[in-house]
């Protein structure tokens, strides 16, 4: 009597080779950045980067990255000459993992030329980290969610 055995439903679908996954995850890392990558930039001056926030005047009020620009994604065609120098990569976020409009704004910017990369998570993972918003009535900064965040670091380590 033959056993057969039979994959997990993780391989299944067998895993890349090395060199495909080299190349994949190299790929993904000039597209994506996540959030404690940008507060550690902006935190420590070394922000060779600029923050935009696609998301529309009440979301960007009712909180928003300190320092980020505000350029709605349906704005991009009109305004992002003058809010943006086209030599300055952009980091854009939308809401958060559930919403694509950071890839629609990322999409955006660059057909105009720019380069861009999405920030993971959005502004939801932001606040989960425990960083800082600034919104309409001053900064506020709510304790990190400690299933999404190390608590009590300075960051996650990866």
Known sequence: ???SIQ???VLRTPAASAEAAAAYFAARLAFHTDASDVHTALESARADFVVVDSRARRAWDQGH???AVHLPTAEIPRLAGELL???VPVVV????PG???ATKA???LASAGYQVKEMLGGVEYWVREGFAVQ???GREQLPADRLTAPVGADDCGC
């Open 65 to 67: 990255i300190p320092g």
């Open 135 to 137: 919104t309409a009535d």
């Open 1 to 3: 009597m033959t056993h």
């Open 7 to 9: 994959s997990s439903p």
């Open 99 to 101: 919403c694509d409009g």
């Open 85 to 87: 120098d086209p030599a």
């Open 106 to 108: 990322a999409y955006a």
């Open 93 to 96: 976020y939308c809401w958060g």
